[in-house]
């Protein structure tokens, strides 16, 4: 049973940083292509960063330059690290693995920013 497992949201003050994590099982992790997607109330989901399985990373111009994405393959762990966060980065984020014809989501954690 495929199981991904997102840890580290919560309540933020705004300039703070929190690390988001992603533990995965079911899979064999080393070979995904792993992502965060977030989705704010009324709007569409969309991808935060992402980080192949030779750790090529991509990140939104919303993170890009304040977030920093990474895998322990050992772990089978994914992470994300961000700061400066704003009240635009209120929403739940979802962890995401990808393979071939094979996606599976996590179930999401909060992330509220505000003081």
């Known amino acids: 049973q495929v199981q991904l497992v997102e840890s580290g949201g919560g309540l933020v003050q705004p300039g703070g940083s929190l690390r988001l994590s992603c533990a995965a099982s079911?899979?064999?992790?080393?070979?995904?292509?792993m992502a965060w997607y977030r989705q704010a109330p009324g709007k569409q989901r969309e991808m935060v960063a992402r980080?192949?399985?030779?750790?090529?990373?991509l990140y939104s111009d919303s993170v890009k330059g304040r977030s920093t994405i990474s895998r322990d393959n050992s772990e089978k762990k994914m992470f994300l690290q961000m700061h400066r966060l704003a009240p635009e980065d209120t929403a739940v984020y979802y962890c995401n693995a990808v393979r071939k014809s094979r996606t599976h989501w996590g179930q999401g954690t909060q992330v509220t920013v505000s003081s």
């Open positions: 980080i192949t399985a030779d750790r090529r990373t």
């Open positions: 079911g899979i064999s992790f080393r070979f995904y292509k």
